[in-house]
């Protein structure tokens, strides 16, 4: 015969009362979806918890599903003060939803990389500045500035905006009869991880890796690599100072134009080296 017990409520509001209404709910294997206390608990949460929600820019229901989770933790019932441990599990929480928003990863990945220096994820149009005007990774060192670069030192001749830089970049892939769409796509996927990275090296370095890139482009790792040495210049201490070692969007920023490019033999015979992706090959035949 079973007894029904009449529960006295718990004052979830104190230390012990929290505690003891969690052991509660745990042990009971329909405690969180019947317990009436339970949603009091919540709508407790949400109000306890709202202003700092609000703090980073959530709405308090984000904060009370952060100490619901919390709640169900081993952590929380044997804490000497259950709600600090959840209020600081809730604030945590927020806290790299917000990192993890800015940098477009998820809520783990953000707290892995916390000590990893990123900026957030940022448009192009979100500067009013051009992008050559601010980011350092279009700098030229100071070594350079004694080095021949031919008609781009000459007077009237102003450098080449970035975005006509990218342009004029698609526009030689183009000439040399690559799908239009193709050339756009990676040339702009390498400059937002330029933009993220501040320097062509770290930029390189993190691309050279980029599996995601790859699968995209549907592109083996020899092509992707000789297309990133194309665009960012090849890498190498002793071709740093060189044509090769600038790239062509560097190139193009400092003066040179597309014609100057097309009638560099190296830089066609390089993009000539890179096998196109197949499912583009059939649409590039009939680029003009």
Not at 21 to 29: F, P, T
Not at 166 to 189: C, G, K, M, S
Not at 251 to 274: M, T
């Amino acid at each position: 015969m079973t007894t029904a017990i009449n529960e006295a409520p718990l004052d979830f509001t104190t230390t012990e009362g929290l505690r003891l209404m969690l052991v509660r709910l745990r042990y009971r294997s329909d405690g969180w979806s019947h317990d009436p206390e339970a949603s009091d608990l919540m709508s407790y949460a949400m109000e306890k918890y709202g202003a700092l929600a609000r703090k980073y820019g959530y709405e308090p229901v984000e904060a009370a599903i952060a100490a619901f989770d919390a709640m169900h933790t081993r952590a929380v019932r044997v804490a000497d003060d259950p709600w600090a441990v959840v209020t600081r599990a809730v604030e945590l929480t927020l806290v790299y939803d917000q990192r993890a928003d800015g940098l477009l990863c998820s809520n783990q990945q953000a707290r892995r990389e916390v000590d990893i220096e990123r900026h957030d994820a940022e448009r192009f149009s979100d500067r009013e500045a051009e992008l050559v005007d601010f980011h350092p990774a279009f700098a030229i060192s100071a070594p350079q500035d004694v080095l021949d670069f031919g008609d781009a030192e000459d007077e009237g001749d102003e450098p080449t905006n970035a975005w006509v830089a990218v342009d004029d970049a698609v526009a030689v892939f183009v000439a040399l009869r690559w799908p239009e769409e193709v050339a756009r796509t990676a040339i702009e996927y390498i400059c937002t991880r330029l933009l993220r990275a501040g320097n062509r090296h770290t930029a390189f370095e993190a691309l050279r890796r980029d599996r995601h890139a790859q699968a995209m482009l549907d592109v083996e790792q020899r092509a992707w690599l000789v297309f990133l040495r194309v665009i960012l210049g090849n890498q190498h201490p002793d071709r740093r100072q060189t044509s090769a070692g600038r790239g062509m969007l560097l190139r193009l920023v400092i003066g040179d134009d597309p014609e100057a490019l097309l009638a560099d033999r190296s830089l066609v015979a390089e993009i000539a080296s890179i096998r196109q992706p197949m499912r583009f090959e059939a649409r590039g035949r009939h680029h003009v």
